[in-house]
């Protein structure tokens, strides 16, 4: 892996290169509230942005609160999402989800890691999406393109994303909190892409373990 210095660099050069969260980044995909986000990021998983738009607008024309999505039917939650694919085992979670909201939490949606992790449905990346979007606090939430770039650079090495998450937030430098998971995602969608990574204007190539392998392979 990386050094402690190295991770730093590769940070201030995507710093520089990408342009971070923008004035008009909303919580995860557009909602207004912490619920809404909770749901949404529930919906997006194995799902198309497209598709979860869709179906978390389907469903939040039908409820917006805990205790109005407690009064639908599984069935109704179910035919609302299933543009999102997985529309059963999502609609089943939800109605957890919510039981656990308003026994737990009082139907007020916690804002620490631990308190979303213990919400049927949350995992690390939903919880860390949550808490970055909907709460404003500094963490890098690792999706798909997050945890390919930290294991392709040498970051981290992590098999699993939320491997990653655990060793990214240990590693990056405190002032990259705020705009990594940004900063990351950028980088990965449109220059450490998955198939064919565009090495040849990459800003941190000489820092990469990736580059460095196939370079002399």
Same mark, same amino acid.
């Given at each position: 892996?990386?050094?402690?210095?190295?991770? /730093?660099?590769?940070? /201030?050069?995507?710093?520089?290169?990408?342009?971070?969260?923008?004035?008009?980044?909303?919580?995860?995909?557009?909602?207004?509230?912490?619920?809404?986000?909770?749901?949404?990021?529930?919906?997006?998983?194995?799902?198309?942005?497209?598709? $979860?738009?869709?179906?978390?607008?389907?469903?939040?024309?039908?409820?917006?609160?805990?205790?109005?999505?407690?009064?639908?039917?599984?069935?109704?939650?179910?035919?609302?999402?299933?543009?999102?694919?997985? #529309?059963?085992?999502?609609?089943?979670?939800?109605?957890?989800?919510?039981?656990?909201?308003?026994?737990?939490?009082?139907?007020?949606?916690?804002?620490?890691?631990?308190?979303?992790?213990?919400?049927?449905?949350?995992?690390?990346?939903?919880?860390?999406?949550?808490?970055?979007?909907?709460?404003?606090?500094? $963490?890098?939430?690792?999706?798909?393109?997050?945890?390919?770039?930290?294991?392709?650079?040498?970051?981290?090495?992590?098999?699993?994303?939320?491997?990653?998450?655990?060793?990214? /937030?240990?590693?990056?430098?405190?002032?990259?909190?705020?705009?990594?998971?940004?900063?990351?995602?950028?980088?990965?969608?449109?220059?450490?892409?998955?198939?064919?990574?565009?090495?040849?204007?990459?800003?941190?190539?000489?820092?990469?373990?990736? #580059?460095?392998?196939?370079?002399?392979?």
């Amino acid at each position: 892996m990386l050094s402690a210095r190295e991770v /730093e660099t590769v940070f /201030e050069r995507l710093a520089e290169a990408m342009p971070g969260r923008t004035a008009d980044a909303k919580g995860p995909k557009g909602q207004p509230d912490p619920f809404r986000s909770c749901i949404s990021c529930m919906l997006s998983a194995q799902s198309l942005d497209s598709n $979860t738009a869709k179906a978390s607008a389907a469903l939040f024309k039908l409820a917006r609160t805990p205790e109005d999505m407690l009064d639908l039917d599984d069935r109704d939650v179910a035919a609302a999402i299933k543009p999102c694919g997985l #529309y059963n085992n999502k609609a089943r979670n939800i109605r957890k989800f919510c039981e656990s909201l308003l026994a737990e939490h009082g139907g007020v949606v916690p804002d620490t890691r631990a308190g979303l992790l213990s919400l049927p449905g949350i995992g690390r990346k939903c919880a860390d999406i949550v808490m970055s979007f909907a709460f404003g606090q500094d $963490t890098i939430a690792v999706d798909t393109h997050v945890h390919r770039v930290c294991n392709r650079i040498g970051m981290t090495d992590a098999r699993l994303a939320e491997q990653t998450a655990m060793q990214i /937030e240990d590693r990056a430098p405190g002032w990259a909190m705020r705009d990594g998971h940004f900063w990351l995602i950028q980088f990965g969608k449109r220059v450490c892409v998955s198939r064919s990574p565009k090495c040849e204007s990459c800003p941190v190539a000489d820092l990469c373990e990736y #580059y460095a392998a196939n370079l002399t392979s």
